[in-house]
C-alpha cells in the first residue's frame, strides 16, 4: 500500500527541540520529492520545507528558517525534520507530502495522516 | 510571494447542486502551477486538481478546474453528501509554496 506514515509529535516547552519522521512506503522514496506542511488548530495549510529526492536541496519557509533542518535517508525510506527553538505558533499538526517528481514544481499527490506538535509550558 | 486569496469564504449549498469555487492569485501564477485540495475534518489535505486542470488519480469528473495566470476556478457540477469539505488551492509555481485560506462547502 503507497502510504506515510508521520510520528515523533508530541508536547515539547517553548525553546525546546523535536524530531519528526515520516516513513514511506508502497513506491520508490527516493525517486520523488517531499514537504513537510502543516496547519494549526482551526486554521488553514502552510508549506514548511520541501527536499528534493536526491536529497540536494532544502527549501524553508522564512518562518522557520534557521530553527528547522529536513534531511532524508532514502536507504530507509524516511524523512526527517529537526525542529528547534521552538515556539507557541509552531504548534500545529505536521504533515509529511509527496510531490509527483523527484524535483521541480508538482503537487502533493500523497499526505500522511500527520503528527501532532504541542508547544507549550 | 504570491498570496492566494479564495472566494467565498463559506459556500451553501444542497446536495446535487453545482459548486463554483474562486482562487486569485497576487501576481501570476506560471505555467498553471496552481492545484486544489479537499480537506474533511480529521483528514489529511487530498489532491483533487493540478495544473489548473489535470485531475488527480481517482477523482470523480465530477471535479474540474479551469484558470490561468491569477485567477483560477474549481468547480463540482453536482454535490455529493460526501463533498461538503473545505477546499485549499495552492500555487506551487515558487517558493515560499502558499495555499489560499480555504472554503468551506457546507450543506445547506
Known amino acids: 500500500e503507497v502510504q506515510l506514515l508521520e510520528s515523533g509529535g508530541g508536547l515539547v516547552q517553548p525553546g525546546g527541540s523535536l524530531r519528526l519522521s515520516c516513513a514511506a512506503s508502497g513506491f520508490t522514496f527516493g525517486s520523488y520529492a517531499m514537504s513537510w506542511v502543516r496547519q494549526a488548530p482551526g486554521k488553514g495549510l502552510e508549506w514548511v520545507s520541501y527536499?528534493?529526492?536526491?536529497?540536494?536541496?532544502?527549501t524553508y519557509a522564512d518562518s522557520v528558517k534557521g530553527r528547522f533542518t529536513l534531511s532524508r535517508d532514502n536507504s530507509r525510506n524516511t524523512l526527517y525534520l529537526q525542529m528547534n527553538s521552538l515556539r507557541a505558533e509552531d504548534t500545529a499538526v505536521y504533515y509529511c507530502?509527496?510531490?509527483?517528481?523527484?524535483?521541480?514544481?508538482?503537487?502533493?499527490?500523497?499526505w500522511g495522516q500527520g503528527t501532532m506538535v504541542t508547544v507549550s509550558s | 510571494e504570491i498570496v492566494l486569496t479564495q472566494s467565498p469564504g463559506t459556500l451553501s449549498l444542497s446536495p446535487g447542486e453545482r459548486a463554483t469555487l474562486s482562487c486569485r492569485a497576487s501576481q501570476s501564477v506560471g505555467s498553471d502551477y496552481l492545484a486544489w485540495y479537499q480537506q474533511k475534518p480529521g483528514q489529511a489535505p487530498r489532491l483533487l486538481i493540478s495544473?489548473?486542470?489535470s485531475g488527480a488519480t481517482g477523482i470523480p469528473d465530477r471535479f474540474s478546474g479551469s484558470g490561468s495566470g491569477t485567477d483560477f476556478t474549481l468547480t463540482i457540477s453536482r454535490l455529493e453528501p460526501e463533498d461538503f469539505a473545505v477546499y485549499y488551492c495552492q500555487q506551487y509555481d515558487a517558493f515560499p509554496w502558499t495555499f489560499g485560506p480555504g472554503t468551506k462547502v457546507e450543506i445547506k
Open positions: 527536499i528534493r529526492g536526491g536529497g540536494a536541496r532544502e
Open positions: 495544473g489548473a486542470s
Open positions: 507530502a509527496k510531490s509527483s517528481s523527484s524535483w521541480g514544481n508538482d503537487a502533493f499527490d500523497l
